[in-house]
Nanobody, 113 residues
Protein backbone atom coordinates (compact mmCIF):
# COMPACT_ATOMS: atom_id res chain seq x y z
CA UNK A 1 0.00 0.00 0.00
CA UNK A 2 1.21 3.54 -0.74
CA UNK A 3 2.57 5.28 2.34
CA UNK A 4 4.34 8.52 3.19
CA UNK A 5 7.45 8.46 5.39
CA UNK A 6 8.10 11.25 7.89
CA UNK A 7 11.43 11.92 9.57
CA UNK A 8 13.22 14.63 11.54
CA UNK A 9 11.35 14.61 14.82
CA UNK A 10 13.12 14.75 18.14
CA UNK A 11 13.50 16.39 21.52
CA UNK A 12 14.45 20.09 21.67
CA UNK A 13 14.25 22.97 24.10
CA UNK A 14 11.85 25.87 23.71
CA UNK A 15 13.13 28.39 21.18
CA UNK A 16 15.06 25.84 19.15
CA UNK A 17 14.29 24.54 15.65
CA UNK A 18 13.60 21.31 13.80
CA UNK A 19 13.01 20.44 10.17
CA UNK A 20 10.61 17.62 9.37
CA UNK A 21 10.75 15.74 6.07
CA UNK A 22 8.07 13.72 4.28
CA UNK A 23 9.08 11.49 1.36
CA UNK A 24 6.34 10.52 -1.09
CA UNK A 25 6.07 8.37 -4.22
CA UNK A 26 6.57 10.46 -7.35
CA UNK A 27 3.01 10.27 -8.67
CA UNK A 28 1.49 11.02 -5.28
CA UNK A 29 3.78 14.00 -4.74
CA UNK A 30 3.08 15.54 -8.15
CA UNK A 31 -0.72 15.48 -8.03
CA UNK A 32 -1.57 16.28 -4.40
CA UNK A 33 -1.68 19.20 -2.07
CA UNK A 34 0.63 18.11 0.74
CA UNK A 35 -0.39 18.82 4.32
CA UNK A 36 1.05 18.57 7.80
CA UNK A 37 -1.21 17.73 10.72
CA UNK A 38 -0.34 17.17 14.35
CA UNK A 39 -1.93 15.48 17.33
CA UNK A 40 -0.92 16.24 20.90
CA UNK A 41 -1.59 13.77 23.72
CA UNK A 42 -5.27 13.72 24.57
CA UNK A 43 -6.16 16.20 21.81
CA UNK A 44 -7.69 15.99 18.35
CA UNK A 45 -5.91 16.21 15.01
CA UNK A 46 -4.93 19.79 14.19
CA UNK A 47 -4.11 21.25 10.78
CA UNK A 48 -0.64 22.81 10.66
CA UNK A 49 0.31 23.74 7.08
CA UNK A 50 -0.21 22.86 3.43
CA UNK A 51 1.38 23.47 0.05
CA UNK A 52 -0.32 22.93 -3.31
CA UNK A 53 1.19 21.67 -6.55
CA UNK A 54 1.38 25.35 -7.57
CA UNK A 55 3.34 26.17 -4.38
CA UNK A 56 0.45 28.01 -2.75
CA UNK A 57 0.81 27.73 1.02
CA UNK A 58 -1.44 28.07 4.04
CA UNK A 59 -0.79 27.87 7.78
CA UNK A 60 -2.65 27.54 11.01
CA UNK A 61 -2.71 30.82 12.93
CA UNK A 62 -0.81 29.20 15.80
CA UNK A 63 2.28 28.59 13.63
CA UNK A 64 2.29 31.56 11.25
CA UNK A 65 5.63 33.34 11.31
CA UNK A 66 7.35 30.35 12.94
CA UNK A 67 6.78 27.39 10.58
CA UNK A 68 7.52 27.21 6.85
CA UNK A 69 6.35 24.48 4.48
CA UNK A 70 8.34 23.84 1.30
CA UNK A 71 9.14 21.12 -1.24
CA UNK A 72 12.08 19.63 -3.09
CA UNK A 73 10.53 18.56 -6.36
CA UNK A 74 13.59 16.57 -7.43
CA UNK A 75 13.37 14.43 -4.29
CA UNK A 76 9.54 14.21 -4.04
CA UNK A 77 9.82 15.53 -0.51
CA UNK A 78 7.91 18.09 1.53
CA UNK A 79 9.50 19.83 4.50
CA UNK A 80 8.24 21.63 7.57
CA UNK A 81 10.79 24.05 9.01
CA UNK A 82 9.80 24.67 12.62
CA UNK A 83 11.44 27.67 14.30
CA UNK A 84 11.00 29.13 17.77
CA UNK A 85 9.40 25.93 19.00
CA UNK A 86 7.14 26.11 22.03
CA UNK A 87 6.05 23.41 24.48
CA UNK A 88 2.55 23.58 23.01
CA UNK A 89 4.01 22.39 19.69
CA UNK A 90 4.68 18.99 21.26
CA UNK A 91 2.79 16.41 19.21
CA UNK A 92 3.06 13.61 16.70
CA UNK A 93 3.34 15.26 13.28
CA UNK A 94 1.75 13.54 10.28
CA UNK A 95 2.27 14.12 6.57
CA UNK A 96 -0.79 13.84 4.33
CA UNK A 97 -1.34 13.71 0.57
CA UNK A 98 -4.71 15.40 0.65
CA UNK A 99 -6.46 14.39 -2.58
CA UNK A 100 -5.40 10.73 -2.46
CA UNK A 101 -5.95 10.50 1.31
CA UNK A 102 -2.53 8.97 1.97
CA UNK A 103 -0.90 9.33 5.39
CA UNK A 104 2.44 8.65 6.98
CA UNK A 105 2.89 6.96 10.37
CA UNK A 106 3.99 10.19 12.07
CA UNK A 107 7.10 11.54 13.76
CA UNK A 108 7.30 12.68 17.39
CA UNK A 109 8.24 16.26 18.23
CA UNK A 110 8.81 17.06 21.90
CA UNK A 111 9.61 20.58 23.10
CA UNK A 112 10.74 21.05 26.69
CA UNK A 113 10.26 24.29 28.59
Amino acid sequence: QVQLVESGGGLVQAGESLRLSCAAPKTIFRRNTMRWFRQAPGKEHEFVAEISTRDITDYADSVKGRFTISTDNAKYTVYLQMNDLKPEDTAVYYCNAWGDRVWGPGTQVTVSA
